[in-house]
């Protein structure tokens, strides 16, 4: 059985985006509501002595979302928005090989046709074992309208502390640079709203003025993929560890903050910030600004 993705005249290769959030100020990621408080989303880890910890949680699946929606509603000089110049949404998406958001975060029309998506999401486990805090806040804004109700139900909500750090990737799978390009606004456009309800936002979280940021594009897998494991809790190893990785491509040690082998690229930093904001504007010459 085919694929049943089209041949491309363009080259094809993979490509990487490995980075580290910083939350600059309190996030909700909502997982569940229980008896009104609503809770942020966290996993549990057992560590080699048995004992459990928790952490905060950017889930993959989350970021995958706020991502497709940043494309859904990006803007386009017709005045509509891109999901429905495409007449693509969620959860009817349009489920067509030339759409820039299909093409690379799949779609399915149930019973139809299936487009198999190349664009994988992982990490998001926080770095800093560090609780959520639970703050009261004012009455919910449905609840407001209820006049005569004498006792209004408490508002409480979980956020993510301030300044935790998300190790986390993207990976595309077989794509032409066209396609990445959709995949590049949307990581970038996303940062300020990754998150449920306000405040959200995260940013790329910098050392020495550079971003903790790695593109890869090859065909080749020459470099040590910079994923940190999600034992690590403290800040320094982590960044140690990121770095390390990032700076090892073939079993060498590199300075400079852009490797490029005859199968292998790596971008490190604002070579990387650089490069995926040129794809970004590409992205929105050729679908949102284009005549
Ligand atoms: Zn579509």
């Known amino acids: 059985m085919s694929t049943g993705l089209n041949t491309s005249e363009e080259k094809r290769e993979h490509l990487d985006i490995y980075a580290i959030f910083e939350g600059p100020q309190e996030l909700y990621f909502g997982d569940r509501v229980q008896i009104n408080v609503n809770l942020v989303e966290q996993i549990t880890l057992e560590s080699a002595d048995g004992t459990q910890i928790k952490k905060c949680y950017i889930s993959p699946t989350k970021r995958r979302g706020v991502e497709r929606r940043s494309l859904i509603w990006a803007p386009t000089n017709t005045g509509a928005l891109l999901g429905d110049v495409r007449e693509c949404g969620i959860p009817k998406t349009c489920v067509k090989q030339d759409c820039p958001i299909c093409a690379i975060y799949g779609a399915m029309d149930a019973g139809n046709s299936t487009l198999i998506g190349r664009l994988t999401h992982g990490g998001g486990v926080a770095i800093q074992a560090l609780p959520p805090e639970e703050k009261q806040r004012a009455m919910h804004p449905a609840l407001i309208a209820r006049k005569n109700e004498e006792s209004p139900t408490p508002f409480r909500r979980e956020y993510n502390e301030?300044?935790?750090?998300?190790?986390?990737?993207?990976?595309?799978?077989?794509?032409?640079?066209?396609?990445?390009?959709?995949?590049?606004?949307?990581?970038?456009?996303?940062?300020?709203?990754?998150?449920?309800?306000?405040?959200?936002?995260?940013?790329?979280?910098?050392?020495?003025?550079?971003?903790?940021?790695?593109?890869?594009?090859?065909?080749?897998?020459?470099?040590?993929?910079?994923?940190?494991?999600?034992?690590?809790?403290?800040?320094?190893?982590?960044?140690?560890?990121?770095?390390?990785?990032?700076?090892?491509?073939?079993?060498k040690l590199y300075k400079e903050n852009t490797i490029k082998m005859e199968r292998f690229e790596r971008k490190i930093g604002d070579d990387a910030l650089v490069y995926l904001q040129t794809c970004a504007d590409q992205f929105v010459q050729d679908h949102l600004q284009g005549s």
């Open 162 to 251: 301030p300044g935790l750090l998300y190790p986390n990737s993207n990976h595309f799978l077989s794509v032409t640079e066209k396609e990445f390009t959709a995949g590049a606004y949307a990581f970038l456009d996303s940062l300020a709203r990754v998150g449920a309800g306000n405040p959200k936002g995260v940013k790329l979280f910098e050392k020495d003025n550079q971003p903790m940021l790695i593109v890869d594009r090859y065909l080749s897998p020459m470099g040590k993929r910079p994923i940190l494991s999600p034992h690590i809790s403290d800040t320094k190893q982590a960044i140690e560890t990121f770095e390390r990785l990032a700076r090892t491509v073939h079993g």
